[in-house]
């Protein structure tokens, strides 16, 4: 046999034969990373029976069925796909999947946002107009009742299941915030999508273009260090009512930001009501939150209580953490005893003894789901919003094998002082208050101006609107002109927003060998 024909028998069975040797190779890493998946995740988990109670969860069948749909035709894509997938069926806004850095660059997703609003209508909350040559199609505030043609509500109970989220609030929250760029990543989009709009008893049809993004192109991609003042603002408002907004706790990026916490809330002790803002905060370290409720008690409270699992990896990952826990072996061998974190009062001369109220949403996660219980379980400030996200447990982060993902499970099991596991229920608000339609086209944020008003009380002598997104309030002989803006949204990708998180909590990934 001539060598000429030996390559081209060789270059016949590498492109005809049913699976090539790569193929091979790739599909077995993808089983690799999947076994290990499912291994780890079942070893660290804390929360298994609690969801096989709430949610009927079988992490053995959530890995079957992945199995069994990797095969020699899987793509990296493809692969992610049914990780997600795999890992969303948990039911847990802590467990959760990640490409990691240039495996997904480049992604494609459309120049806008949607926003869930009161009535239940999915509404167009932000545009990014610049990627349209004339104006956009559409306005703030537009209902979207179809996407290609398929109903909306569809295509969130379609794409919901791909969607980590320890409620059901929140796994819907989230995929609304980012239908506008499921599910192509990386992958070129065959057409521009199509929704279908309704504006008062008539629909209309608007083509929208793909754009892909670029860190050159970004205008909130920053080099520079992260500014504690970018999530914490602090203002006292006319009629002396005080506003702290806390839109995160990553106390680790920076060892001032508890002290810089602190400073925001003595600024506000003199004031006679205090909103403290928290929706959209996805979490970080439960003592944030404790340095501003050590404001609002004047002897010591519980936070929480709190139990790891007591598996052989955590206890070799985390030892300094570890040695904080009682093994209870002879009770319950899986689990250390309950340990109640406590928060200690703040000095005598700088509590805050005026009317507070807390505001809260879907995306008040982890630390902050934490904080919300804490300070509604304590009786401190009446909670007003929508219900948090429901999730607590001090995640690990674990690198798969092929170093193409990371994923991440709660270890540790959150108790709230109103008697129930933090996991899957969250804090359900004395008032519920969420935004209209007209709010997103006036970019006005009522929930904010309702506590406002609430807390202004009797010093309220009258109340109009001048402008489309402010107030002019009168009270003790004044006139002041107060305006409610709604925060500008980012019309980001959903992977590098996780990534911008990732990097933000500074969590280095705990190793398990």
Known sequence: MSKLF?????????????????????????????????????????????????????????????????????????????????????????????????????????????????????????????????????????????????????????WQQYMSGSTEQLR?????????????????????????????????????PWIIYDYNDDPTYKMEEYRINEDVEAKILPGNIGYLRVSAMYAPVDEKYIPYIRSQMEKLLNTDGLIIDVRNNGGGWGEVGDAIISYLIDEPKIRYKASPRMSPQL??????????FEADFENDPLFAKWKDFIIEPAPKELRYKGEVITLINSKCFSACDTFADSIASNKLSKMMGTPTGGGTGYP??????????????????????????????????????????????????????????????????TKSHSLKNAVTYSYSGKKELVFFPLADEEILPQNIEEERLINLSSHEFDELW
């Open 6 to 158: 030996s390559i081209l028998a060789l270059i016949t069975v590498l492109f005809l034969s049913p699976m090539s040797h790569a193929d091979n190779q790739m599909t077995e890493t993808f089983l690799n990373d999947l076994d290990y998946l499912h291994e780890v995740g079942g070893d660290i988990y804390c929360y298994w029976d609690l969801k096989k109670e709430m949610d009927g969860v079988d992490w053995d069948e959530l890995y079957e069925e992945a199995r069994s749909q990797m095969t020699s035709a899987t793509t990296i894509k493809g692969y992610y796909t049914i990780l997600r997938k795999m890992i969303a069926g948990v039911h847990d806004g802590h467990v959760n999947i990640s490409m990691l850095k240039n495996q997904l660059s480049n992604p494609y997703y459309l120049p806008l946002r949607f926003k869930e609003v009161e009535g239940n209508k999915i509404v167009i909350s932000a545009i990014k107009t610049g990627a349209f040559i004339d104006q956009p199609p559409f306005t703030l505030g537009d209902q979207v009742v179809a996407m290609n043609d398929i109903p909306i509500e569809d295509v969130i109970t379609d």
């Open 172 to 208: 819907r929250f989230y995929t609304i915030k980012f239908m506008h760029n499921w599910p192509p990543y990386n992958e070129p989009p065959m057409s521009n999508s199509i929704l279908t709009i309704k504006d008062g008893g008539t629909t209309r049809k608007v083509e929208v």
């Open 396 to 461: 690990m982060y674990i690198e798969m094998p092929s170093g193409m993902s990371v994923a991440r499970f709660s270890t540790t099991r959150g108790y709230s002082n109103f008697g129930r596991l933090l996991e899957g229920t969250g804090t359900i608000p004395d008032i519920y208050a969420r935004l209209t339609n007209d709010d997103i086209r006036n970019r006005r944020d009522s929930v904010l101006m309702s506590a406002y008003e609430m807390l202004l009380g009797d010093n309220q002598l």
């Open 315 to 324: 206890l070799y990952a985390r030892p300094h953490f570890y040695s904080a």
